[in-house]
């Protein structure tokens, strides 16, 4: 028996949730059923932009079979929003709706069908106001606003960054470029329409249900929105039918059916239509990039000034962050010795743009990539060579001051370069058909909380019944990412049984240490080091009573195949179970809790708090593309994707999150998009707005890379999002190498594709893309020294080594 | 409007009053607290709450029970027999073809009325029979692998 070898870690095993799944026995929020339930329908602006003058219910609170009608007057007059600086919202609108699909009001009701009859009897008076549909529409129109605080009319925030002297930089290179990129906004479309139940039960108390993905968030802003403590308010998060970012903000539908509970001392369900969640969005922004770069003769990067304009829609959301993420993270893909950003956030009357998967970076990654693709062709250079010449040092520091630890960009590179036949086939491939390459890397967590505290950013409590099984109870939200399932296999590891020993009682603000969330890709490592270091006091205790029995020190002790054992003469021991009993019987009730904050890693500098993570995760991809010069389609053949996850805890479902996220890359790409016309979404259902089907979605080849980063669980890094980023601009770039033209926007979509097409026949320059920049004035920046190259500080010590857990 | 009505689902009869404009999808889960039968958009778009009706896949958010009487109903929860899996189903939890489950009822239901008349599809095949159920996890790539060990397991080789 080999004691110091992983057992459960590594292996490609079934989901713990995976039966209940196949059998449809998986209770999302609107599978559940409470007795005297009544349902909820919301009514929601029709206008973009209007001031309601007056609301009357009558006739709907009239309507046989209605239980209640409220509208923002019953509910107490604070605004609220996800992060402390954009508290801009009200969950039903009092005197001004900003955007089509603001809920104005609510009603409950026997059934959806009444309440969905009652909200149309509802009458609003509104008074329309002009509507401002984009970006250069909203800064053009000082006169009109959106809403009266943030950085200038209409635009929500605006944030300038300096490290070093890019002009010097510029100056000194042998070749500067400025290219300006467009990435259009689309949405997150899981299959699951939100819903929630709530039950405001006649303790006073409030229970809500919700296919929410940040239980924490929405257990602490509801005490706020209702004006209720937040010790009688109990959150429990459904598992999630599809997340990708759309279920992180409180929202309007959890908050009036916790409303219409109260006043009608009944169970309130609300489930959202699919329109509905068009409207809802919270999606990826729209953002116009303009990107000036510096090369040297070889292709390194000498300095980089970006700028990004984003259209934000009617509110904050995420917003704030999601302008710093646009900038943060170009450093820590590529080596960029002195860097320069300016971002603006602009307030549009559409649906709030939030976090999507990747949150803010996806853009300037297309943007970045398409670029550096241009500059190698005007360098000569092969551009998989270029990227390579450009890799982060492992244990560095970025310019902006991002503490960079393990990175695989480099063997990356290397693998999808081998498995695609790069040399073979770029520039020499048959007409229409192309090849290009793209890279990445993404946070494994955000360093820093949406609010500032010194707590835990996630903990758990692993308890031991003397029956030998083991409870995990984790505040973290499974949103089919698997985060349940891996905290199982991190327990099981340490304490040497199997999954299927562990129960995970997931996301209840009553039940389990706090997580924050399942955002920022940050459940596996930080959940998971808290249910590591959890399982790791659970077993020294159960060690220290076996050791007893066996007469032996417990450090001799080693736990695997369902027995505790004396390392040294495996037959001596006894089964997990039995050293359960002589731990309970020494110690008494086993349950131990376990706490994970990352590293305090925030740059010391007005914005440094974005960026940071425990560490990051590196993608490089290769797409292989056909173009049709007829229609302006483009196919992609097959696609070639090698991500550095540190260590695959499990394979299967590391490759599942890369095979959704290059699935989801492509749809953003090719064919989604979000847009509007007078005020109203243009394709809000499933058939319009067009994403990828098993017919557009091509063999993805996925290769993993292991790194071993001392921050994560047994090594691991993300695996949910990075791999989405570099999938949009290596499609970019293979079109380019199949016909020859640059489509600087996102989606690629057939028009485009001919109008460049068509340039490049009049013999014109064959690009499409933005034209023009908006006329904006950045903020001064506050010039601090690029960090550039200096050695990490000390990397915190792995709360968790396997090799001594296992007495090797 | 009620009306009376029996339908068979999962091999058993069931007596219903129902609203007739009531769709089969809101029957199977509101009357017949069948949830299992998940919905995506309730147009027709989707694919996720497909069901089948005498063995071939319907949407049932656009099918009326009243014009289904005496037709075989089969959901998501008739798949397992006497406690025993599905090969798809097995197949699906295996393979990691269900992430966050939501889409994979409807899935599983198209592709065993695939495997009912073609017993070793090619992966075009499977592409094809599956186009209409949207996936948003898992890039379909885990779900074409399990539709095929599904096959294998249960017809053997390919010819």
Known sequence: ?808 | MKTQLTLKVNGERRDLIVAAHKTLLEVLREDLNLTGTKHGCELGECGTCTVLVDGLPVLSCLALPVELQGREIKTVEGMAENGRLHPLQQAFAELGAAQCGYCTPGILLTAEALLAGNTAPTRDEVREALAGNLCRCTGYTKILEAVELAALRMHGARA
Request: glycine share 10%; aromatic share 6%; net charge neutral.
């Open chain 1, 1 to 808: 028996m080999n004691a110091s070898k992983l057992s459960v870690i590594g292996q490609s095993l079934p989901k713990i949730d995976a039966w209940a799944k196949v059998t449809g026995e998986t209770k999302y929020a609107d599978d559940m059923v409470l007795p005297r339930m009544a349902h909820a329908k919301l009514l929601r602006s029709p206008h973009p932009h209007a001031l309601i003058r007056r609301i009357d219910t009558t006739r709907a609170a009239a309507l046989p079979g209605v239980y209640a009608v409220i509208t923002g007057r019953d509910l107490p007059r604070v605004k609220f929003g996800i992060m402390p600086v954009s508290q801009d919202e009200e969950a039903l609108c009092v005197e001004k709706v900003r955007m089509v699909g603001d809920a104005v009001a609510a009603v409950a009701a026997v059934d959806e069908e009444t309440a969905e009859r009652a909200a149309r009897l509802i009458e609003v008076d509104y008074e329309p106001l002009k509507p401002l549909m984009s970006i250069e529409e909203s800064l053009a129109s000082p006169d009109v606003r959106i809403h009266e605080y943030g950085d200038g009319p209409n635009v929500h925030k605006a944030v300038s960054l300096q490290f070093g002297d890019v002009e010097a930089a510029f100056a000194g290179s042998h070749l500067v470029r400025e290219d300006v990129f467009y990435f259009e906004g689309n949405t997150h479309l899981p299959m699951e329409q939100h819903a929630a139940v709530a039950h405001w039960g006649p303790d006073g108390k409030l229970t809500l249900w919700s296919s929410t993905q940040t239980p924490h968030y929405v257990h602490r802003l509801l005490s706020k929105i209702l004006d209720t403590p937040q010790a009688h308010i109990r959150v429990v998060a459904a598992p999630v039918g599809g997340g990708f970012g759309g279920k992180l903000d409180p929202f309007a539908h959890e908050i009036a059916a916790c409303k219409l509970s109260q006043v009608t001392g009944r169970p309130v369900k609300i489930t959202l239509t699919r329109e509905e969640v068009f409207y809802v969005h919270r999606g990826r922004h729209p953002v116009l990039m303009w990107v000036k770069t510096g090369f040297a003769r070889d292709g390194g990067i000498t300095g980089m000034h970006f700028r990004s304009w984003l259209d934000g829609g009617a509110y904050g959301s995420y917003g704030v962050a999601s302008t710093f993420y646009t900038g943060v993270l170009q450093t820590v893909t590529y080596k960029i010795p002195v860097y320069k950003f300016e971002g603006a956030r602009v307030f549009t009357n559409k649906p709030p743009c939030g976090p999507k998967r990747g949150h803010g970076t996806p853009q300037p990654r297309f943007a970045v990539e398409c670029q550096i693709d241009k500059a190698a062709e005007q360098l000569g250079l092969d551009p998989a060579d270029m990227r390579r010449r450009n890799l982060t040092e492992p244990f560095t520091k970025t310019a902006n001051h991002l503490t960079i630890s393990t990175t695989g960009l480099g063997e990356c590179i290397d693998r999808v370069v081998e498995a695609s036949g790069w040399r073979q086939k770029r520039g020499k491939l048959p007409p229409g058909r192309g090849i290009g390459i793209a890279c990445s890397a993404y946070l494994t967590g955000a360093g820093s909380a949406i609010y500032w505290n010194d707590m835990p950013h996630s903990g758990a409590v692993v308890r031991a019944d003397r029956s030998g099984l083991v409870a995990v109870l984790c505040g973290a939200t499974d949103i089919g990412q698997g985060s349940d399932s891996i905290l199982a296999y991190l327990v099981a590891e340490v304490l040497g049984i199997q999954p299927k020993d562990i129960r995970v009682h997931p996301a209840d603000t009553d039940l389990t240490p706090v997580d924050l969330g399942s955002y920022s890709s940050r459940v596996t490592l930080m959940a998971g080091n808290a249910a590591i270091q959890a399982a790791t006091h659970l077993r020294a205790r159960i060690f220290e009573a076996a050791a007893k029995k066996l007469e032996v020190a417990p450090d001799q002790l080693a736990a695997r195949d369902r027995r505790v054992f004396v390392i040294d003469d495996p037959e001596k021991g006894m089964s997990f179970a039995e050293a359960v009993v002589l731990g309970e019987s020494m110690h008494g009730v086993l349950a131990f809790p376990g706490s994970y904050a990352p590293p305090k890693r925030a740059g010391k500098y007005k914005g440094g708090g974005v960026g940071p993570s425990p560490c990051y995760s590196f993608t490089a991809c290769v797409v292989e593309v056909d173009v049709d010069a007829e229609t302006g389609d483009v196919k992609p053949a097959e696609i070639w994707i090698a991500h550095d996850v540190g260590r695959a805890l499990n394979p299967l479902l590391v490759e599942g999150q890369t095979e959704g996220s290059v699935y989801m890359g492509l749809g953003e790409a090719l064919m989604e998009e979000q847009v509007f016309r007078k005020g109203v979404h243009k394709s809000p259902s499933m058939l319009d707005y067009k994403s990828p089907t098993t017919l557009e979605t091509p063999e993805i080849h996925t290769i993993l890379v292991e790194t071993d980063d001392p921050e994560g669980p047994f090594g691991a890094k993300e695996a949910g999002q990075g791999p989405l980023l570099p999938v949009p601009p290596a499609v970019a770039n293979a079109v380019h190498d199949a016909v020859g033209v640059r489509i600087d926007e996102i989606p690629i979509s057939p028009d485009k594709v001919i109008r460049a097409l068509e340039l490049k026949r009049q013999g014109k320059l064959p690009r499409v893309g933005p034209e023009k920049l908006p006329l904006f004035t950045f903020p001064v920046p506050k010039a601090v020294e690029s960090a550039f190259g200096l050695p990490a500080e000390e990397i915190s010590v792995r709360p968790f080594d396997p090799q001594r857990s296992f007495g090797a």
